[in-house]
């Protein structure tokens, strides 16, 4: 069964800081989707970023960056001078190509507190 | 284009009694996937419909089910309300199933307080 655990549950730092959220994952399937989400206090889960398990290139969008390293199992997201605005909850989201339908598993979040 | 909408946001229900959520999905999506947030359990996937079929479901007890039209909004129903049904329910929606290649992008979610 696919897991996925985020062990960092609160994060806090002064605006412009970087922020690196760590995410570990496990799952069976060779073929897999990994997906970091934004919950703000509105409770809305806002899609940031995906990445198929083929492809291990590393991207950078705007102030979001991420790692994937699928020798370690693992898909960190890093937000880049960081701002108040950016104050949520993040969620690392796993689905399985060889499920039926699109099924994520979640980690637990990470609450991110910027402090102006 | 408009986001994934649910009605009502938030629903104050009491022990026993039950409940019924809906959610349409952004134009063209076709399918609905619903979850359940509680601050003890986190995020569980519900259930997903496509083509108005059940195609997957999660760990849930049968009070629990869903359903969805032709027009591929949604409804989700839970019977005999316990307390710990209380939860913030997400509705999702992708343009097709398919364990992931469609991203999924969710709505404000419904805050149902059992009492």
């Known amino acids: 069964a696919q897991k996925v655990t985020q062990a960092q549950t609160e994060i806090s730092v002064v605006e412009k800081e970087d922020v690196t959220l760590d995410c570990v994952y496990e799952?069976?399937?060779?073929?897999?989707?990994l997906f970091w989400y934004k919950q703000p206090p509105s409770g809305e889960l806002v899609f940031l970023i995906r990445r198929n398990s083929f492809d291990e290139q590393n991207e950078i969008s705007g102030r979001y960056s991420w790692n994937f390293q699928k020798s370690t199992s693992s898909f960190n997201f890093t937000i880049t001078a960081s701002q108040v605005v950016d104050s949520a909850v993040y969620f690392c989201?796993?689905?399985?190509?060889?499920?039926?339908?699109?099924?994520?598993?979640f980690g637990g979040g990470t609450r991110v507190l910027v402090k102006p | 284009k408009a986001g994934v909408t649910q009605t009502p946001r938030y629903l104050i229900k009491t022990r026993g009694q039950q409940v019924t959520l809906s959610c349409s999905p952004i134009?063209?999506?076709?399918?609905v996937s619903w979850y359940q947030q509680t601050p003890g359990q986190g995020l569980q996937f519900l259930f997903e419909?496509?083509?108005?079929?059940?195609?997957n479901k999660g760990n849930f007890p049968g009070r629990f089910s869903g359903r969805q039209f032709s027009n591929s909004r949604s409804e989700m129903n839970v019977s005999t309300l316990e307390l710990g049904d209380s939860a913030l329910y997400l509705c999702?929606?992708?343009?097709?199933?398919?364990?992931?290649?469609?991203?999924?992008?969710f709505g404000p979610g419904t805050r149902l307080t059992v009492l």
């Open positions: 989201a796993l689905s399985e190509a060889g499920a039926a339908g699109n099924k994520l598993t």
């Open positions: 419909y496509f083509s108005e079929t059940q195609r």
């Open positions: 799952t069976r399937d060779t073929t897999y989707y």
């Open positions: 999702a929606s992708s343009l097709m199933p398919g364990g992931g290649t469609d991203t999924q992008y």
């Open positions: 134009s063209g999506h076709r399918s």
